[in-house]
């Protein structure tokens, strides 16, 4: 979210200033915008400073009220620091634009969930009844044949039942309350420890060793992080061949100002991105060599990643199809 000043860069260090309990908001000249960055407003200190306007974003002038209509006047501070008037339009817009986006945010991925809910519930439970009426009408009697049938049951029920439990998950992280926390450095080490022991519990793997790069501290809740380390971390421990190099952890500065990116490295042969963003979809799988695994891993990822303020994507790890998750949260580089 960019905030554009046209004026002069005391001005503009005034307003970093002002604004900088809010990483999300993002202050520049006009010469320094991000390329793809969303501006929320522009300032200037005189109406001539302003370039032609934009119907769709607030032009505020910093003087007394004039003629044109198309821009808004703030009166200036007596002390010549940011005005009272421009501090609370700017809070107002950054906090309507964040509470937009995250129920614009809730609505979409809801509509998705429920969307794939039914096909996912219905599989496991379809095909309980179909192998239980073989059963009962005694369609099948040999032995192998029952023992057989009465597997694929059990695979079925085994899997409905995490199925529910998943689905109970992800519906958590939209529906309570987000309660955002600041994590330190010290913090965030602790929290990738308990979740690289949390990620080998569940691949059953203790062999492979993990290397943490970069420090910083994080706007989002330690449950939020933990959850989003392991599973990035137990895809990692899975798919790391044996004798390959130590898996990576590494925290960045990310190109959208007052972001980190978290990525997690092996040397696995990468994802396989689908189009259409579905590698992040509730309960997708690429292969179904196992009916246990529910697919909600990645689905996590990203809904925590969005509710933090964030956003989960994939970027190209070769020259190839394959890829990697790049996470985006609220922070800074320490």
């Not at 080490?189 to 943490?212: K, P, Y």
């Not at 599973?231 to 960045?252: D, V």
């Not at 890829?323 to 800074?332: F, I, P, S, W, Y």
């Amino acid at each position: 979210m960019v905030l554009v000043v046209h004026g002069s860069n005391e001005f503009r260090t005034a307003l970093k200033v002002a604004f900088d309990d809010r990483p999300a908001l993002h202050i520049c000249a006009a010469d320094e915008i991000p390329t793809g960055s969303r501006i929320v407003m522009r300032i200037a200190e005189a109406i001539d400073d302003l370039p032609a306007r934009e119907t769709d974003i607030p032009h505020v002038v910093i003087g007394q009220a004039g003629s044109d209509t198309s821009v808004m006047y703030c009166l200036p501070d007596p002390t010549n620091g940011v005005p009272s008037g421009l501090r609370n339009l700017i809070a107002l817009l950054d906090e309507t634009t964040t509470s937009i986006s995250v129920w614009e945010t809730i609505g979409e991925r809801l509509e998705e969930y429920v969307s794939v809910v039914h096909h996912d519930l219905s599989e496991p439970a379809r095909n309980m009844s179909f192998f239980a009426e073989f059963l009962k009408t005694k369609r099948v009697t040999d032995e192998e044949s029952v023992e057989d049938f009465l597997s694929r049951i059990h695979v079925s029920g085994e899997r409905l039942q995490r199925l529910l439990k998943d689905i109970t998950r992800y519906a958590r992280v939209w529906l309570r309350p987000v309660e955002m926390e600041q994590l330190e450095a010290d913090d965030i080490i602790m929290i990738v420890g308990e979740a690289f022991e949390l990620a080998q519990t569940r691949a059953n793997n203790f062999e492979q060793q993990l290397s943490v790069e970069g420090s910083c501290r994080l706007d989002v809740p330690r449950r939020f992080l933990q959850t989003i380390l392991v599973e990035l971390l137990a895809n990692a421990i899975e798919f790391h061949p044996e004798g390959g190099e130590t898996i990576r952890l590494r925290f960045a500065p990310s190109q959208e100002p007052g972001y980190i990116d978290l990525r997690v490295e092996d040397d696995g042969p990468g994802l396989v991105a689908p189009s259409g963003g579905r590698l992040f979809r509730p309960f997708y799988r690429g292969s179904r060599d196992n009916e246990l695994r529910t697919g909600i891993g990645l689905a996590l990822v990203r809904a925590m990643a969005e509710r933090a303020g964030g956003v989960a994507e994939t970027e190209p790890k070769s020259d190839d199809e394959r890829a990697l998750v790049v996470v985006r949260l609220k922070g800074h580089e320490t």
